[in-house]
């Protein structure tokens, strides 16, 4: 999965800021795979791209280095320092620690996160949250990887949006592997008004990835509704229905549906037991 990919390349006048009919530049940008092979080797191809792009520009605030060529002889020379740049996967912007933190024990997240839509179709907000994680630092390393946890939420308007990703949380130690649980927040801060949650959201670094009994116990369940999201962007939701005599109930999201998959029985609620329905 090594080696540059020129992702854009287009022509356009300029020179010294002054546009020249008929003179043309090249622009030309080395993007990365969003997700590396949890492999040795990928993760040092990752961690050899991440070094040479810090070396050119700050990757927090561009998506990869963009090179201006302006005669034959710096196109040359640009078209050989793109070759020689050794990266593996795209440099992605960690969320700002000043958008989650912890009060006491629990977690708060600022709202709403500019990477999301708000709508008040909540499964429009839904259907963008796992793409837009999976773009953060570690989210696909499987064994080695970060789990993001956040809030769908609204403020009594009808309109759901979701608040920043946390990756606050335990280390796990997975054999030689240090993945990152993230905690889910239960508070919401939006400086627009009062926000009352709907969900907690979380992602799992591997691809396939159910939720777990932990993941369903009762006790660990914060709001109405709970959403997971693998790697592969699959997205599970959980209805534990907690103060009613029903059984909770478990979907995947296919297409443009809510498909169920199963049930967490009503004695089942505290230990999180699933059962499968037959499809
Ligand atoms: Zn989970």
Redo the contacts with the bound molecule.
């Keep these: 999965m090594g080696g540059c990919i020129a992702v854009r390349v287009r022509l356009r006048r300029q020179s010294s800021g002054r546009k020249i009919p008929g003179k043309t530049s090249r622009h030309l940008q080395c993007s990365c795979p969003s997700q590396v092979p949890d492999t040795p080797r990928g993760r040092s191809q990752e961690r050899g791209c991440l070094a040479t792009l810090r070396g050119s520009q700050d990757t927090r605030d561009r998506p990869g280095p963009v090179l201006l060529v302006k005669s034959p002889s710096m196109r040359r020379w640009g078209a050989a320092l793109l070759a020689g740049l050794a990266c593996a996967s795209e440099p992605s912007r960690p969320v700002e620690p000043s958008n989650y933190g912890y009060k006491g024990k629990e977690v708060w997240v600022n709202g709403p996160w500019p990477a999301i839509t708000s709508s008040r179709d909540v499964d429009e907000v839904i259907d963008q949250l796992c793409p837009a994680i999976m773009k953060l630092p570690r989210a696909a390393w499987r064994d080695y990887g970060q789990?993001y946890c956040g809030v769908i939420y609204s403020l009594g308007d009808g309109i759901y949006r979701a608040s920043y990703p946390s990756p606050l949380g335990p280390t796990v130690l997975v054999g030689p592997a240090k993945r990152k649980q993230c905690q889910p927040p239960r508070i919401v801060h939006d400086a627009l008004g009062r926000a009352v949650p709907w969900a907690d959201y979380?992602?799992?670094p591997w691809v396939p990835?159910e939720?777990?009994e932990?993941?369903r116990r009762a006790n660990l369940q914060l709001f109405h509704i709970r959403i997971?999201f693998d790697a592969g962007c699959t997205v599970m939701k959980l209805i534990p229905y907690l103060s009613e005599d029903r059984p909770g109930e478990m979907y995947v999201r296919r297409g443009k549906q809510w498909v169920l998959t199963g049930h967490i029985l009503p004695e089942d609620k505290r230990s999180g037991r699933f059962t499968p329905v037959d499809e």
Excluded: A, I, R
Aim: hydrophobic share 10%.
């Design positions: 789990e979380h992602s799992h990835s939720m777990t932990d993941d997971q």
